[in-house]
């Protein structure tokens, strides 16, 4: 169980330095964005969301700034600071690891 | 820069808290709500809208609290928060607190009073420079071992050891008389060789200290300590360079030293002469050369580097080396010589906290005990206190469920109650170092005889804090812990439906169990108690051969005023004529051992009995003493057979001694004594055994001398200038009788100070002071035990009541009887204390070992003892659980059983 939290941690981390890589967001937007990047086949915890972003501008990645929504509300945009590289780094990691997956599980009995 | 934008955001965090929450609440707000707005938007009822919205996002303060933790300003900021928390949960409910604070203070402020006193007297460390370079010289004997050295090993070693930096050697003056302005005042001193302040490290605070050449004969320079230059000068700068007068003899004041500055625990000198000043205050032609004494100590610093088994191994073969060429000097070595020649070893022993010291061996085993009778006190204060903690954490499992139903982590929670405990913990040290304040000088007064209090210095130093602040830490997380972890341990739904009762918990086996253990505790300190107790009273039973009572005692020393020996026997006489006729004084007397001496005794050899000389083997070792008439009289032992002294002895020329009956029958069994002849001297005696050196000892040989017996034309004075000499006045009423004593020796000679002035029952009092400390101090400990473990019962049984008082209407609607409902209750504190002395009683066996060397006239497993214990923990025990018992009789069985 813990193990699964922990790769999905990994991964919400890098869904959302992907999703501000594309520009400036605040918090509702990136859900939104993660979602309609992933075709709504994603389910995203709301509440865990924001502890993700506060851990990552803690840790420098991204910053943020106040500004105005769509309809004229303050909120909280987040853009990507030092995190390309983190981003692009995820990524590999994350491809190398599915790779390695995806042929683990199509590998036939001949090929063992 | 990622390091820097963590710094940046955690200052943030910290700086800007408030706005920080403002802000987050105002993000997870505003995403919560363009969450509603579009679900409106795709045709959700609005109010359904927020509803869903709400439930999507889920624990709004538990997102807040992770986005806390995520942003590093968590832990100052629930520390903070925790505080602030805790001390408001302690404020309500106030009885807890003070009750808990209380017993924690109770027992820190026990741990951190013997501490400070242990730390004075065996852990701290001389106030010099490294000072675990330093070291003090013994040898071994023959079965035993001594640290007074003869003049030529001093000498010897001081040339030939390299492995140290510096040897210095010297010995107490003891009292001395200071004159300054024609003002007479006592004082100690030592003489010591003139390297001992440099070997030391010290410097001067004023003026200078001994220089290399000041150790010489007819040495006339003085340093003063800081006490006594402060005490006896009012810290007169000018003293330096003046002369005082020391036994009448000048010495000119060159110097003072700091501060603290000591070399014995608990012995402060007030002044240092060179060693060779000794030729002038006590000269003894013989002190140089003769090898084979013991009257130097001696101490040295090891070269850095150099491990004191090095420097042990030089300095024996020097020490070896020099005793065999010592014994080829002796005519006609005995055989004893001889061996112990071949047996003795130089041995050092390390010195950081100090020469050895009268004070240290009497009390380092009895404060080492007092220290683990204390730390056990303070297990029973921290396991009371955790009890508290227990029974507040179930009335708290509401609120604990609540927390927790609203996203507070477990660990959180625990670490919120925790830092409950440490608040609770924290005060009760702050407290605790207030009663350790006040009981360290309680304690130093209580081992204090003299005339004045051991000057030890129990004012808490760092050491002392530290020591506090562990102990409350520890304290505080021991108690604090296991109640936190426990009370966290509930499932938030029920926990919250039972809330209303308030008084539901899990099963309360623990609190069970750490009344148990409070008992077990309890009753190792009661039994301890109870042995030192006996041991007391057993000692106080002793006959020691003196009738202790209406004797008053004081010592004089001639020497002091400035008389020669010589005119000593007469002024003692005189003294002892003007005190026989002070009004009220039945008989008086004075002898140079007074009865129950706490300064020193005398030991000589008989070699020969009615002329015929003993073989070595034979030879018996005795204690004496010696006294003018009419002392067996005055201290109330009687003579069996012959008579005492008399005045007309002084002529006799070849002296007349007195033995006891132990000594009778050891060189004369089962013969009259009366008329034999020890040593020459004819036995004109039989006196009944005393104890010569207190209750503690077994009767053994002792030869009484004739004081005033040289004065016939043998040896004047022989005995009578060798130090101070006590009187003993024998009184009807004690009214007024220390100052006429004083103005009587005053009228003697104004110059001739009195001191150790005491009763006889107070200097036997005194030589109790160990027991007494002891038995005092377990007493106090096992009374506090008693009353807390009666408390652990109490509310344990309070509870157990509360809980089941629908069992108990039940059991009386059916018929019950009120005896049957109290027996019950009653039956339970039972079992509890049983259980708790079952597990004590081999705990206090095997504890008491380590007090077996303190005990006396009673074993360490002494069961009386024990069931004296056992009944008083029983009686307690029935007295804890009667109340509750009491009230649940009173139980009405109707309102009972409505009561769920």
């Known amino acids: 169980m813990d193990k699964q939290l922990d790769l999905l941690q990994g991964t919400l981390d890098m869904l959302i330095l992907k999703a501000v890589s594309l520009g400036p967001l605040h918090g509702y937007g990136i859900l939104l964005r993660i979602q309609q990047i992933s075709k709504d086949r994603l389910e995203i915890q709301q509440g865990s969301l924001y502890p993700a972003l506060y851990r990552l501008e803690h840790q420098g990645w991204i910053t943020s700034e106040w500004g105005e929504s769509e309809n004229k509300r303050k909120a909280k945009y987040y853009r990507l600071a030092a995190g390309k590289r983190k981003l692009q780094t995820e990524a590999e990691k994350w491809n190398r690891m599915a790779d390695v997956i995806a042929g683990i599980l199509q590998s036939t009995p001949e090929e063992v | 820069m990622r390091i820097w934008s963590r710094i940046r955001s955690w200052m943030r965090a910290v700086a800007r808290r408030s706005r920080m929450e403002r802000e987050m609440d105002a993000e997870l707000r505003f995403h919560i709500e363009a969450f509603a707005e579009d679900l409106v938007r795709s045709g959700v009822p609005r109010g359904e809208a927020q509803r869903r919205a709400r439930i999507e996002f889920g624990s709004f303060e538990r997102a807040k609290e992770e986005c806390r933790k995520a942003h590093g300003a968590n832990f100052i900021d629930s520390l903070v928060q925790d505080l602030r928390f805790g001390l408001r949960m302690l404020r309500k409910s106030p ?50 071992w001594n640290s ?92 330096v360079g003046q002369t005082i007068l020391i036994d009448q003899l000048p010495f000119t004041v060159v110097g003072i030293t700091p501060p603290k500055f000591s070399i014995y625990v608990g012995g402060a000198r007030d002044l240092w002469v060179p060693l060779h ?80 010291s009268g004070l240290r061996h009497t009390y380092a085993l009895p404060l080492e005990l007092l220290m683990g009778v204390a730390s056990i006190m303070l297990l029973i204060s921290c396991v009371n206190v955790a009890n508290l903690m227990l029974a507040r954490a179930s009335y708290r499992r509401p609120e604990i469920a609540l927390r927790m139903a609203l996203g507070s982590g477990r660990t959180r929670v625990i670490r919120q109650l925790l830092t409950e405990s440490l608040l609770v913990a924290g005060a009760g040290g702050v407290l605790g170092l207030a009663i350790a304040w006040w009981g360290g000088a309680v304690l130093v007064r209580m081992i204090s005889t003299g005339d004045s209090p051991v000057p030890l210095d129990v004012r808490p130093d760092w050491p002392v ?22 009370g966290t341990r509930v499932d938030p739904g029920s926990a919250l439906k039972q809330g209303a009762h308030g008084i539901t918990g899990p099963s309360r086996f623990l609190d069970r ?16 108690a109870g042995m030192f107790l006996r041991t007391l009273k057993n000692l106080q039973g002793v006959d020691v051969g003196y009738e202790r009572d209406n004797i008053l005692m004081f010592s004089v020393d001639a020497k002091l005023a400035g008389y020669p020996k010589e005119r000593a026997a007469a002024l003692y006489r005189t003294i002892l004529d003007k005190a026989a006729v002070l009004p009220g004084i039945q008989s008086a007397s004075v002898s140079i051992v007074r009865p129950v001496d706490d300064q020193y005794y005398l030991v000589d050899i008989i070699g020969q009995v009615d002329g015929r000389t003993l073989p070595e083997a034979e030879r018996v070792k005795v204690a004496w003493n010696a006294m003018s008439p009419g002392y067996f009289p005055t201290v109330g032992t009687p003579i069996l057979m012959g008579r005492d002294f008399d005045l007309r002895d002084s002529r006799a020329a070849s002296g007349v001694v007195i033995v006891n009956e132990s000594l009778a029958h050891r060189v004369l069994p089962g013969q009259n004594p009366i008329g034999h002849r020890l040593d020459g001297a004819e036995i004109i005696g039989v006196v009944k055994d ?114 089941r ?10 018929g019950a009887r009120r005896r049957g409902i109290i027996w019950l209750i009653v039956r339970e504190t039972m079992w509890l204390v049983l259980a708790g002395a079952a597990a004590g009683i081999p705990l206090t066996v095997w504890l008491s070992r380590y007090a077996k060397a303190l005990l006396f006239g009673i074993g360490s497993a002494d069961p009386a003892v024990f069931a004296t214990s056992v009944a008083t923990l029983i009686g307690v025990a029935v007295l804890a659980g009667f109340l509750p018992a009491k009230r649940a009789m009173k139980v009405d069985p109707m309102v009972a059983l409505r009561y769920e």
């Open chain 2, 95 to 144: 009885g807890f607190t003070v009750v808990a604070v209380l017993t924690l203070a109770l027992g820190i402020g026990a741990n951190t009073a013997i501490f400070s006193l242990l730390n004075a007297v065996v852990l701290r460390l001389l106030p010099v420079p490294d000072p675990q370079q330093l070291v003090q010289f013994t040898y071994t004997g023959i079965g035993d």
């Open chain 2, 148 to 239: 007074y050295f003869d003049y030529p090993q001093l000498e010897r070693l001081r040339m030939q050891a390299g492995m140290l930096s510096g040897i210095f050697g010297g010995v107490g003056v003891n009292q001395v008389n200071v004159v300054w302005r024609g003002s007479a005042g006592l004082a100690q001193c030592d003489a010591y060789t003139d390297n001992f302040f440099s070997v030391l490290g010290v410097a001067p605070q004023q003026g200078r200290l001994f220089a290399p050449g000041d150790d010489h004969e007819g040495a006339d320079i003085v340093v003063l300590s800081d006490r006594y230059w402060r005490s006896r000068f009012a810290a007169d700068p000018a003293i």
């Open chain 2, 277 to 356: 000043a000794l030729d002038r205050l006590t000269p003894d032609p013989n002190r140089w050369q003769a090898p084979f004494t013991s009257w130097l100590l001696i101490a040295g610093r090891l070269r850095p580097g150099v491990s004191l088994e090095q420097a042990q191994a030089e300095l024996d073969m020097i020490h070896r080396r020099l005793l065999a060429q010592q014994l080829l000097e002796v005519e006609q070595p005995g055989q004893r010589m001889r061996q112990f020649v071949s047996a003795s070893h130089l041995v050092l022993h390390p010195a950081a906290n100090g020469m050895f």
């Open chain 2, 465 to 486: 804090f530290g020591f506090t602040a562990a102990v409350s830490l520890a304290g505080g997380i021991l108690f604090g812990l296991v109640p936190a972890i426990r």
């Open chain 2, 513 to 528: 169990v750490l009344v148990a253990v409070q008992v077990t505790l309890s009753l190792v300190l009661v039994t301890g």
């Open chain 2, 690 to 803: 005393s104890l010569y050196g207190g209750a503690r000892e077994q009767p053994r040989p002792v030869l009484y001398r004739s004081l005033f017996q040289g004065q016939g034309g043998t040896d004047p004075g022989e005995w009578v200038g060798m130090g101070a000499v006590s009187f003993e006045l024998r009184y009807r009423s004690g009214a007024g009788l220390v100052d006429e004593v004083r103005e009587a020796v005053a009228s003697v000679d104004r110059n001739v100070p009195i001191f150790h002035v005491k009763t006889l029952r107070a200097q036997t009092e005194d030589s109790f002071l160990r027991e007494h400390l002891l038995a005092t101090i377990s007493g106090f400990f096992g009374g506090l035990a008693l009353l807390l473990a009666c408390l652990g019962l109490y509310g344990l049984m309070a509870y157990a009541v509360a809980r």
């Open chain 2, 805 to 814: 008082t629908a069992e108990v209407g039940i059991r009386m609607a059916l």
